[in-house]
Every structure is written in structure tokens, then in C-alpha cells.
């Protein structure tokens, strides 16, 4: 404990920033699941709309045959 307590009088902005760093790789980490989610979404609505085809819908999300399971559950919604 007496090493710790020097540590962190001396270095408190440092020990914030790291922590503040820490949350922004947290959120991002969210948001990559997020964003992918989303683009999956809107391929689905492109494809059900005929503005895609589907072979080009499932590439671009990185999947073949689980897009359409994918598509049609969104109908359920």
C-alpha cells in the first residue's frame, strides 16, 4: 500500500486517461456488433425491395445461407 499511494498522487491524469481508453474500446467493440446487425438489416430490406440481388446482398454481409433464415426472420417483426 505505501508504494501504491505515491503511484497514484503522482500519476492521477494518466491513470484517468487509461481508464477512459479502456471504455472507448468497450464501446466500440458494441458498435462493430451493432453496425454489422444493422448492415445485415438494410441488405434484407434492399433484397426484399429488388434494389439488390440476393447473391450480392449475401456477399457483401459475408454469408450465404443463413441470409435468407436471417431475411425471413425479420418478417416475424
Known amino acids: 500500500m505505501d508504494k501504491i499511494l505515491p503511484f497514484l498522487k503522482k500519476y492521477p491524469m494518466s491513470i484517468l486517461l487509461a ?8 464501446i ?21 425491395s429488388n434494389t439488390i440481388s ?3 446482398a449475401a456477399k457483401e454481409i459475408g454469408i450465404s445461407s443463413r441470409f435468407w433464415d436471417f431475411c425471413k ?5
Open 73 to 77: 426472420s425479420l418478417d416475424d417483426y
Open 19 to 26: 481508464l477512459i481508453a479502456i471504455n472507448l474500446f468497450s
Open 54 to 56: 440476393s447473391d450480392k
Open 28 to 48: 466500440a467493440g458494441s458498435l462493430r456488433t451493432s453496425a454489422k446487425l444493422d448492415k445485415m438489416t438494410i441488405n434484407c430490406a434492399k433484397w426484399k
